[in-house]
């Protein structure tokens, strides 16, 4: 019986059908590859880090360093840092990461260069091996010369990828690899500049766990640190975790969305069946056939739309490497497993079933009188099972979410804010409704009239299209906005009081004559700020190493193993804002040392106004107090400070400067940066400019693959509307023919149905966009702390759009009334 | 007499499955002006095909109809339209009513489609008539199937009509609402001198009418003129 129903009703269920099945492609295609990603990292994880283990500092090894490590015979080493480097071909400079690597690394992956045996003879020809979108943008090719420091070097080929460097990380500063033995001839090594050094171990029988127990702690007192292949797997791993639960989040969305659909479609298609139930029953069908003549074909529909979007699913996540290539540090490769495939089809199922139960339900409350009221109303179903069947539906989002999630909280925070904006959106749904019915315009025209009255006619399809339309506006306004935040923040003024060309690792000896560099390009110098390296040495009188063994101590690590570039001045800058204790600009002899920390230090230390620290100055050990806290805006992208020492206490301590300046062209930062870095090689020159536009190229990445997933929403959110419109698309044919036949001409019928979708579709995207500002609003003052200021796009772009579009499948609707003559449409339908 | 309707060699096929099925073969017959006339015959003899065409809701493949000085071939579903709108009034066996509007908006429609300003005025009084004065801002479902076919009349002649088209006004009716119905509709057609024609399975109702057309499979068999003058 219910296979023989399903067959009349066709095509009104292959539309509940398409409701799910982006959504549950959308959920199996990430589900596979997460799992894919997962089982990439564990497969390569030693080649992500091209060896077993490896032990890193950001100094050179103290002599008890240097022996942990050499008892542990590393079989590579490197030494790297960010410098300026010229290519004299054609006068470029740029700023890179300079690797000097010793012996053959990586042990695990390879080096994938271009010539492929560049990778080996860089090394005993002495070439260097350059970034290949560098050789690119500056039209170099192998055999023309770099010069890094002091010395120039041929380049031996293009690196196009190395064990554990992500397309995204060296976007910022591109990766030069040099033989390890030139470095020292670079004479880049100075004192104050950044250094790194790494060394390698190819021990694969090492017993890495206790390995990692036994040396890390010993390691830790010399600020040095061991990381295994397995510890930095599993990091990364727990890494992409978080990106995969944010996009199985939004595929969950799209899902819910088609939910939302398949509950209204059977709403109104159970709804029509009411006559053939209450017949049914007449002739002695029980409750529980009639509802499971519904039940089973919902739950085909559910498994059919199940194996559907799960085979699509499969096919899509072929396209997520490709979107997703810049942001992996490894080689995808993509293979099928069953547990997602299951899911899918069991997700399809229960999820149709689920959302269609309370319409449902009311098959069971059906009377057998129903077949003899003309225009009754229809039975009213109990309302207790109404709430049990609402209680399993929350619940099941509930454990689902936090199967994606893992953690009961965040999902309750999910479920709580899709039920929210579920809620908002049907109760302004709601609301509309009923303003439109109390505050009826009686005086306008009929078309007008006629189409707001559709708003809330019996059947109508008001909320869900609503939700539909508002969700997804809301998805791609809030994206849109959000991005907008982010872009703006790393906005650097584009007036000359901001510095815009940072030169850093300036040597006190050098400081005249690079002003007179800036002065020579007419540039003026905008700052000189004198830096001074220290670490902490005890922290409220507690020393280093006991704090470092304190497992109930509040602080974090990196507080107790950072060198700290601290300054001095007697002023406080723009960026910059005493939140706490009070500014002490200039140091009163005999009194203990005034400092003042950021805010984040603050939380890190945990420490307040008060409190000691004693810092190690280069083997000087000087005791402070903190007397403020401030808060840093470290979005504006100007030297600022952790730690801030006043006038009087650091001028005689050994330190080099940072020197900015403002190029008002790029031509004219190009010739500084080329001055530069012929007269001072160690000097690194950071161009704002050229970084925002790095950080610009990867918000897009990052906001085209969240379009990408907002893509499923939307889709789904237009297919629930086709849906939705299809639904009532018999009683809207219905009437229509009617007020033809009574006389209505095509433009008035248009009219009727052109005002109602317009309506419609302005107040879904309205909502959804302002829903969006709301949410963005507080995006920006809660978690990027930014002033928001909204673009105008999703006003003047999605808002006609989005109506356009609800328009447009409105008046598809209604095409086969204007085609054809009344009376055969008349005969059809009744 | 001046002739309202005028059908000629009206032919209709409809497409059922591969086949082509004649539904009316060369009809022919004329209305007056004033005139009661009804349409007889057995279900499937093309009664209420013959009605749709006569009242230009649909386009004959053979054949012309002149309904009100107009021939409808020539027109296009906008004229067509317009011309219903202005000289025809309709009534259906299971009412059709718009189910969103109450009873005095389902009676304005016709007027409010020509854009008239006293619709509401003339629909009350036009519900007065049939006596549901009281009943006025009722939803057709909140109303009895005689109360909503009384409204379907009253929307017919909402928009004084010179023709008016019944499709088995009775068919849903028991026999005294029924019987009241049909009194209302002749009453009408004498105040307002509107033609009638009225389908029908009933032959007492129509032999109530000056004329009667008997169809069969799609052909006439008859069409008498009754004793009622």
Known sequence: MAWRDAKASRARLLLFMASIILGIAAVVSIQLFSQNLTD???????????????IDINELPSERAQA???????????VSFVSMVAFPKNDGTKLVRVRGLQWDFPFYGKLETEPVTAATFYQTLGGALVDATLMLQYNLHPGDSIKIGEISLPIAGALNAIPGNTAVATSVAPLVIIPYRFIESTELLQFGSRKRYEYFFNQPNTNL???????????EVENADLDTHISTSSRLGRRYDNVGSFLNLTAFIALLLGCVGIASS???????????????????????????????????????????????????????PIVLKEFLPFDLTISISAQPIIMGVLLGLVMSVLFALLPLLRTWYVSPLEVLRVNGETSKQSRKASYVAISVIVLFLYAFSYWLLRDWLFALAFIVGIMATFGILSGIAIGTMRLVRTYFPKGAGFTTRQSLLNLFRPNNQTVVLLIAIGLGTFLISTLYFTKDILLDKAEIGETSENANLITIDVQPDQVAEVENTFKANDLPVLDNIPLVTMRVHSLKNESLNKLRTDTTSQIKGWVLSHEFRTTYRSNLIDSEEIIAGEWVPVQK???????????????????????????NVQGVLMPTLVKSIRKVDWANLQPNFTI????????????FNVLTTNAPTEASSAKLQRDLVTKFPNVSVIDLRQMFTVVEDILNKVSWIINFMAFFSILTGIIVLIGSVRTSKYQRIKESVLLRTLGAKNKQILTITALEYLFLGILGSLLGILLALVSSLLLAVFVFKEPFTPSLIPFLVFLPGISLLVLGIGLSNIREVLRSSPLGILRKNT | MTKILKINGLEKTYKSGSKQLTVLHDVSFEVEKGQTFSIVGPSGSGKTTLLGLAAGLDTPNAGTVELCGHILNTLNEDERAQLRNEEVGFIFQDFQLLPTLTALENVSVPLELQGAKHAATRAKELLQKVGLEDRIHHYPSQLSG????????????????????????????????????????????????????????????????????????????????????
């Open chain 1, 40 to 54: 990439n990292i564990q497969r390569q994880s030693k080649s992500l880090m091209g060896a077993d283990f490896r």
């Open chain 2, 146 to 229: 005689g109360e909503q076919q009384r409204v379907a009349v009253a929307r017919a002649f909402s928009n004084s009509p010179s023709i008016l088209f019944a499709d088995e006004p009775t068919g849903n009716l028991d026999e005294e609402t029924g019987e009241k119905v049909i009194q209302l509709l002749f009453n009408l057609n004498e105040e307002a001198g509107t033609t009638l024609v009225i389908i029908t399975h009933d032959l007492d109702l129509a032999a109530r009418t000056q004329q009667i057309l008997r169809l069969k499979g799609g052909k006439i068999l008859t069409n008498e003129t009754t004793a009622v003058i």
């Open chain 1, 266 to 320: 059977v709403n109104i298609y159970i709804k029509e069946k009411i006559k053939a139930i209450a017949v049914l029953k007449c002739l002695g069908a029980s409750r529980k056939q009639s509802f499971l003549i519904f039940l089973i074909q919902i739950a085909g529909i559910g498994i059919l739309g199940g194996i559907i979007g799960t085979a699509i699913g499969v096919g899509l996540q072929e396209l997520f």
């Open chain 1, 68 to 78: 942990i490590i050499d008892s542990l015979k590393p079989d590579a080493s490197e």
């Open chain 1, 209 to 219: 766990v206790l390995l990692e127990e036994r040396v890390q702690p010993m390691l």
């Open chain 1, 589 to 615: 002899k005999g009194d203990t040392i005034q400092i003042s920390i950021s805010e984040n230090l603050a939380k890190d230390a945990d420490v307040s106004v008060g409190d000691p620290i004693v810092f």
């Open chain 1, 644 to 655: 801030l020492f006043p006038s009087g206490v650091l001028e005689n301590a050994p330190q």
